[in-house]
Every structure is written in C-alpha cells, then in structure tokens.
C-alpha cells in the first residue's frame, strides 16, 4: 500500500489559494495624479518629467502608494491659465485622484463645493520679459515702453491687465511668440504667465513684484472630503521642509515657491489700470 505522507499530499485547491494570499506581497495603493501631456515645466508625458510629475512621484512614494500619471490632453489656449485646461471632470469621475497646479478656488468655478484644495505649494503670476531691464514696477512699466508695444496672449489676463493699464499691446498664438515678439524687436517687453516663460528657458524681470491682481498661488485638488486631501497637504509640507520642493522648482525654472500672501481677484484685476495693490 502507498502512503502518502502530509508533506506530499496534495493542498486542497481552497487551501492554495489561502496559501497564496499568506505569502503574496500586497498590491499597493496608487495615487492617480492627472496631468496634461505637454505643459512644461509642470509635465510632459512624451519626456515623462516636470515638476508636477517629479513632485508627485515623489509624494506617492512617502505615502506608499504607487505614482500613476494619467495624461489628458491640452486644451485650447483660451488662456494660459484657463480652468478648461484643467481636468476636474477626470478627477469627479474617478479618473484620477489628484489634479496639480489649481490657481485657486476661483478655478475651480461652478465645482467649488466638489473640491477640496491642499495649502498652497508654490506660487506663479504673470511676470515681465524685457531683457534689457534690470528693475521694474508695475507703475513703472508704462514709461519703460513708452510708444514701444507690450506682447500678450490673446484673451489672456495679460492682455485683460495690458488694456486696462493703457499700455500699447499686441497679441501673439503662444508663449513662445510673445517671447519671441521681445526677442526679435516688435515689442519692447511681454507680460507672460511665469510657468509659460519657465518652459522657454528665459528669465523675467527679476525684481519685478507682481501686484495682487497678476498673482496666483498653485494648489493640489482632490475630490470633496477624500482623506486623501490631508496625507498630501502633510506630505507637501514634508517635501518643502526637506528641500526637495525647492530643489524640484528649481531644476524646471519655477520661479516662485514661496506663497502669495494675497491673490488675484476681480477687484485685484481692476486695480490693475490705476497702479494700485
């Protein structure tokens, strides 16, 4: 007679797959981040970089959770800060779970109360390319351009802040030919969203103090009363404390990580034709 013995007995198939779940590592948690597939210096799908994405990845590791980028693609330049860029759909849907860079709660528009927003981690406006000035104001720009013209994009809030400081303007399709319309003499200076000038590898005006109406603080959104929303402002907080925010900011050309202590408003926007905070 042939004894089988307990060690070669065959495991009953329920028992196999107990024993299969003891010792199989679990499958991590992800954090789905979406992200526009070319919006340097915040991310670009086909390089798989930018500052969103690096920072990101990296906040998904200290909390244990595998980075997953889920790419959209870029709207119409209506603006280059227009909230029809930004994928709140994707995120209320479940697409993903986090959208980087909201330019505040005016943005998110009729999806406030959809939406919670973490701290503020960097900061971006629209700030002043004129490579042959070295210090300048907002008041102070009218005179530096005197019978020279302003290079905008369309329909931006540049082009909004140029017309209601009586500035000569022209619009340009792109950052790059706002930028390039300085470079090449047709206008003397641009008035270009920061992130967008970052992209072209230039440099603003560098002790230029944006006023309130031209400034932004950038937050992450999650989804409203996701808990998820308080491990990611404890994790930013952690990355800024440590130095990897600043240093991330600084390998893409963000130029502003600090915090603004005031933003852009509709009546921050209107002071901007009189000079005024």
């Not at 959209?72 to 280059?80: L, V």
């Not at 000569?168 to 200076?189: I, L, N």
């Not at 920061?194 to 590898?201: E, K, T």
């Not at 404390?241 to 603004?260: C, H, K, S, V």
Request: aromatic fraction near 8%.
């Amino acid at each position: 007679m042939t004894v089988v013995s307990a060690a070669t007995r065959p495991i009953p198939a329920a028992g196999a797959l107990v024993l299969f779940l003891a010792v199989a590592p679990a499958q991590a948690e992800e954090l789905r981040v979406c992200l526009l597939e070319d919006d340097l210096p915040r991310a670009h799908r086909t390089e798989g970089t930018g500052f969103d994405h690096d920072l990101f990845r990296e906040a998904a590791e200290r909390l244990g959770r595998d980075f997953v980028p889920v790419w959209r693609p870029k709207a119409p330049p209506y603006s280059e800060i227009d909230d029809t860029d930004l994928p709140f759909d994707e995120l209320l849907d479940g697409e993903c779970d986090l959208v980087p860079s909201v330019p505040g709660r005016l943005a998110l528009g009729r999806l406030a109360g959809a939406a919670d927003l973490s701290p503020p981690y960097y900061a971006a406006a629209f700030e002043i390319y004129m490579p042959t000035a070295e210090n300048l104001d907002w008041a102070g720009l009218p005179a530096a351009v005197a019978n020279r013209k302003v290079a905008v994009r369309l329909q931006s809030l540049a082009h909004f802040a140029a017309q209601a400081a009586g500035l000569d303007w022209t619009s340009q399709p792109s950052a790059a030919d706002v930028v390039g319309a300085v470079d090449d003499g047709r206008a003397a200076a641009a008035l270009i969203f920061g992130p967008a000038l970052a992209s072209l590898g230039k440099d603003p005006v560098n002790a230029f103090e944006p006023p309130p109406g031209l400034r932004f603080n950038e937050h992450a959104a999650v989804r409203a009363g996701d808990a998820l929303g308080d491990d990611v402002a404890r994790v930013l907080e952690d990355l800024r404390r440590d130095g990897t925010l600043a240093r991330l900011a600084a390998r893409y050309g963000i130029f502003r990580i600090e915090p603004f202590p005031t933003v852009s408003s509709p009546e921050a926007i209107r002071a901007l034709g009189i000079g005024g905070p």
